[in-house]
């Protein structure tokens, strides 16, 4: 009995003790943080800071895409007696978000760590178009940058001549791999010259496509672009034409259409055809046996492969025209006269002639010595007549002809003159009845032997008392008024035996004058009938002048003795050879405002015009 309660006894015992002992729990860990995480894989683990009281028969990480995952979901299993462990997750996808936590069983069960999220690496790639380089007539090299986010990417290139495109062709780089930009380009060849093509980037990976921004690019060429020059080496049947031709990158044919009109006749290729490259380039043609003083059109064809360019029409005239003619005074004598000219041929040979003769009709032709002429300019020119009547009106005209035509100047005519004095002064005259009188006041400085007329210096000189003064002056003491009005000469010069008349001719008696006065209706009308009529060189009123027989008697004034001159403009005043007394001689005066002609007599050392009439 008692064996028997001893050994109740220590089963109770036993069995108390071990009611008593705790119960095992699941384990308690910590997650370490995701690492290494790639687009497919990642690192994490965990540290088991209590075990539960029991030992640990699993360990690792699992995970889910949601979260809280739990060992039913993927999960890894860890081995070894550490209480940290290290996982390798792998089998992800790109671009997820994962919850993955610790996990750690023992015979309690299994205790979880805290959740951790993390998402794989990872996207769509991106890519950025840049501008097409290397452009040629028909190539260029696309570009851009592709970041493939991790990815292995392919890359192609979409062109075309739109923006739909219709080829592709794979980047030169294609495919590429990793997480930043890289450059990607492909080279296109076979383009169309001048055409504008559009691009973008096709990029492609696991997780999808993308595509840049459209692009554009231009292959380089165009139709030619043309710029006219002037004109060179102008000439009466050549000249060279001249332009500048851009080829734009294409070979350019390059001609010249010229003609008289704008539907031009005829084609030239330029020298320096056909043209390449891409700057201006000169081109010209040489023309010849065009027609002179003849307007040319033309214009320049530039033709490549994508067009032809025509220039604006352009003119220009080869030199040449008819003749030019200037008529100069001739230089007239009694018998002869000398006619000038100035031809400018107008770059053409040219024959000249002068026509003459008593009507417009001529008659008479004479060529200059030096005919024919050529050049630019005017050249001056001259042909004698000779043998020609005194006192008769001829008259004359250019003829210019070289092969574009003729030029006639218009008619001229000059007088041959009557007589001529010591000092060569030429004089006209008229007939006026029977009497044949100069019609000009005489201006000689010397007598007919050649003696010079003395002149009294200065010429307010007193010659009072001179017995015989022998002078000559010119009217109003200016030497600028002989041309035309004459000189002013005392008695005893003109009936000098030494003669101031030319031969031939003398100084008027005063019955000379009466003769000439008495034919033309007497004193009282006289003067207006010899007068010069007008103002011109008679101050007014010039009364009644009519001048109807020509004598055309000026206004020269007079010198008295003592050296005054007076009544320039206003007076004429006559000498005759006929003396009155020793002291005065007879003079004949016209005044401008009276119409009739005096008659008197004053000192000889007075200064009176001078008329000569015929012997």
Known sequence: MTSTLKISALIFSTMFLISCEEKPTVPILTTNAVTEITTTSAVSGGVITNDGGAPVISMGICWNTSNEPTIDNIKTIETGESNSFTSNLTGLAPKTLYYLRAYATNSAGTGYGESVSFTTLGDTPASVAANATNIAIDSAVLNGTVNPNSLSTTVSFEWGANTDYGNTVAATQSPVTGNTSVSVSVKLTGLTPGTTYHFRIKAENSLGITYSSDMTFRTLGDIPSVTTLD?????????????????????????????????????????????????????????????????????????????????????????????LIVTHTPIIKIDSAVLYSSVNPNYLSTEVIFEWGLTNSYGNTISPDDSPFTGSSLINTSTVLSNLSAETTYHFRIKATNELGTTYSEDSTFSTYSLVDADNNYYHSVVIGTQTWMNENLKTTKFTNGDLIGTTTPSTFDITNESAPKYQWSPNGNDDNKTIYGKLYTWFTVTDNRQICPYGWHVPSNNEWITLIDFIGGESNAGSKLKETGILHWESPNADATDEYKFTALPAGYRTCYGLFTGFKTSSYFWTSTEKDITEAFFRPIWSELTYIGNGSEAKCYGFSVRCIKD
């Not at 060279?240 to 001609?255: A, D, E, I, R």
């Not at 003083?293 to 003119?315: F, K, M, P, Q």
């Open 231 to 323: 004109v060179t080496n102008l000439q009466t049947h050549a000249a060279t034409l001249n332009s500048s031709v851009n080829p734009n990158y294409l070979s350019t044919s390059v001609t010249f259409e010229w003609g008289t009109t704008t539907s031009y006749d005829s084609t030239t290729t330029a020298l320096q055809s056909p043209l390449t490259g891409n700057s201006d380039v000169s081109v010209n043609i040489d023309l010849s046996g065009l027609s002179p003083g003849t307007t040319y059109h033309y214009r320049i064809v530039a033709t490549n492969e994508l067009g032809t360019t025509n220039s604006e029409d352009i003119t220009f005239t080869t030199l040449g025209q008819v003749p």
